[in-house]
């Protein structure tokens, strides 16, 4: 199994910077793929980027030009650099994880850190 834990979220101001950290263990060989994702109040969980084992990444329009997500193979732990932060990048933000294991597709998520941009 695959575990992960986020850290970083906290309360910031517009135009404010923060990184997330998802670091991931146990049987992290199986993982093709991780992201981040986002819930706001009263809205759905949202994909806001998604990055490969192979380094290949994807992002969300609403943060395209001020998120990076990046990964530290030594480390397993996976990266969002916001910039830039707008009131609305307020939410939950979900470190997730795609791994496969004898053909079979599993999906892990992590407990989930705060991001509060105040403006």
């Known amino acids: 199994q695959v575990q992960l834990v986020e850290s970083g979220g906290g309360l910031v101001q517009a135009g404010d910077s923060l990184r997330l950290s998802c670091a991931a263990s146990?049987?992290?060989?199986?993982?093709?793929?991780m992201g981040w994702y986002r819930q706001g109040p009263g809205k759905e969980r949202d994909l806001v980027a998604t990055?490969?084992?192979?380094?290949?990444?994807d992002y969300a329009d609403f943060v395209k030009g001020r998120f990076t997500i990046s990964r530290d193979n030594a480390k397993n732990t996976v990266y969002l650099q916001m910039n830039s932060l707008k009131p609305e990048d307020t939410a939950v933000y979900y470190c997730?994880?795609?791994?496969?294991?004898?053909?079979?597709?599993?999906?892990?998520w992590g407990q989930g850190t705060q991001v509060t941009v105040s403006s």
């Open positions: 990055i490969t084992s192979g380094g290949s990444t």
């Open positions: 997730n994880a795609i791994g496969w294991r004898r053909f079979a597709r599993e999906e892990y």
């Open positions: 146990g049987d992290t060989t199986c993982i093709s793929s």
